[in-house]
């Protein structure tokens, strides 16, 4: 399945994106901190990417997604990145999809536009109250402060990415990738949307639970970072198939443990967007 890269113009920066040849109804995917947009590449290239029309965003300060005004590393002006996206792409109704960081952008956005949407499907990304809810909703491992650091030296990248991928192998592609994308993204980004973070976070779970469309909460076994117990207090009748969904693979499920994610994700899609073509 060939992916096609598509850019726009927006401000000083250039906004990039990757789209699967899928004829499907659209999902739209955001990567975490610090991560890429080919993350998503093997779903794009897989069964997934050819039944729908798949479309990564690359965030702001990531990868080939450049010059942008640092006012723009903030959740207020990542919203309008993201709403902005979404307009450019003509993904009005698409099934939103966020990884960590991309999760909490999708709540950011609100219930308004989260019901324009087909649902919504996070992993990695503890529904936030407020600033208040991070000793509950976070472990206490160092890689949750090195997320909010403008400069990472290469000890920092490499706990930075055991903890993203449980991995600790620097000949391992997997982990050698993730540090590749967290030394390239500017620093500023990670510095400015945590600092952002007491004066623009919403209430993510009141967004979350009056929103009218279906709601998929995914915790990968064994995250270092988020807490499970705190994910389990969110109301039960608002969860897709009536709780959080637990697979394996830590912070990462779709790079560590591709098969049982998007087995996972594919039932989901099924369910918001209907059967996909033949």
């Known amino acids: 399945m060939a992916i096609s890269a598509n850019t726009v113009a927006m401000g000083l920066g250039t906004l990039r994106w990757l ?16 991560s890429r947009a080919e993350c998503w590449r093997p779903l794009l290239e897989g069964p997934l990417g050819a039944r729908y029309r798949m479309c990564a965003l690359e965030l702001p300060g990531h990868g080939e997604s450049q010059g942008f005004d640092p006012g723009t590393y903030t ?14 792409a003509e ?3 698409a099934a939103c999809v966020g990884h960590s960081l991309g999760g909490h952008l999708w709540l950011e956005l609100g219930t308004e536009a989260l019901d324009r949407q087909a649902g ?20 206490p491992h160092p890689a949750v ?13 490499a706990r930075f990415a055991a903890a ?19 030394r390239v993204t500017d620093g500023r980004f990670r510095e400015g949307v945590f600092g952002s973070l007491p004066g623009q976070l919403i209430d993510e779970v009141a967004a979350f639970e ?24 969110l109301p039960r009748e608002r969860l897709w ?15 560590m443990e591709p098969a049982a994610f998007e087995s996972l994700l594919s039932a989901f899609l099924a369910d918001v967007l209907g059967a996909p073509p033949g």
């Not at 090195?146 to 290469?154: C, P, S, V």
């Open 19 to 34: 789209e699967s040849g899928g004829r499907g109804a659209s999902v739209a995917l955001i990567h975490g901190n610090s």
């Open 75 to 88: 959740l207020e002006g990542l919203r309008e990145v993201v709403k902005t996206w979404v307009d450019v």
């Open 91 to 93: 993904l009005r109704g």
């Open 120 to 139: 919504v499907f996070v992993f990695a990304t503890p529904v936030l109250r407020s600033v208040a809810s991070f000793p509950e909703a976070f472990l």
């Open 145 to 157: 402060a090195l997320a909010g650091q403008r400069e990472l030296d290469g000890s920092e990248l």
């Open 164 to 182: 993203v991928t449980g991995i600790d192998d620097a000949d391992d592609p997997r982990f050698a990738a993730t540090v590749e994308a967290m």
């Open 210 to 233: 009056r929103s009218r469309r279906p709601a998929a909460v995914v915790h990968g076994n064994g995250d270092p970072m988020t807490r499970l117990e705190y994910l389990e207090g």
């Open 241 to 255: 198939r009536g709780g959080v969904q637990i697979v394996a693979g830590g912070h990462s499920p779709h790079a």
